[in-house]
């Protein structure tokens, strides 16, 4: 409508407008795109995970044969694939699952990011974490009692602050342990 308004500013009859417009071709956003730009199906997509696992002081698992990785985020469990959309994640205190062709490693995080780039890259970065398999459910059971009595009023309030989040994440430990 515009277009015919502009026309007849200009004098031009309308039907020479119309005409004109209703028999160019359209343009279609394919015709735009060159070979190059052009995809082929699946030649160029890697079926793999390049993980980073780091925390401040430590690399504590780095592969490029990651098939998935299932992490405890606070928007939920989470399974990231090779070609995953990019997306940072903060982490809970949970368990990373990395899961390679040969069998899969389990690690316990406090909690932290998980960063997903482009080209299958994740880097997780934490605090603190480590294998599951250093953790005893009964050294689990006796740390909460410790830190219970400690938040049920046995200290500073600093020291009750500090017992409730041991707590916190031992109880994830816990439950991640049976």
């Given amino acids: ?3 015919l308004r502009l026309a007849a500013s200009r004098g031009l009859p309308r039907t020479a407008v119309r005409s004109s417009s209703l028999s160019s071709p359209v343009a279609r956003p394919s015709t735009f795109v060159s070979q190059q730009q052009r995809r082929g199906y699946a030649e160029e997509v890697s079926d793999k995970i390049k ?3 780091t925390l401040p002081h430590q690399a504590i698992y780095k ?3 990651v098939v998935q990785v299932n992490i405890a985020a606070e928007s939920g469990e989470m399974g990231i694939l090779a070609q995953h959309v990019p997306s940072i994640e903060q982490l809970k205190p949970g368990l990373v699952e990395v899961i ?3 069998g899969s490693k389990q690690f316990f995080l406090s909690g932290g990011f998980a ?3 482009p ?3 994740l880097s997780i970065n934490a605090v603190e974490g480590y294998p599951l398999d250093d953790f005893s459910a009964d050294a689990v059971r006796s740390q909460i009692s410790e830190a219970q009595k400690i938040a049920s009023g046995g200290g500073s309030e600093q020291d009750i602050a500090e017992a409730k989040i041991e707590i916190e ?3 994830s430990l816990q439950a ?3």
Avoid: R
């Fill in 1 to 3: 409508m515009n277009s």
């Fill in 51 to 53: 993980l980073s696992l």
């Fill in 63 to 65: 592969s490029e044969d």
């Fill in 100 to 102: 390679e062709g040969g």
């Fill in 115 to 117: 960063v997903v780039q």
């Fill in 119 to 121: 080209g299958s890259k």
């Fill in 169 to 171: 994440v031992l109880e």
């Fill in 176 to 178: 991640v342990l049976k």
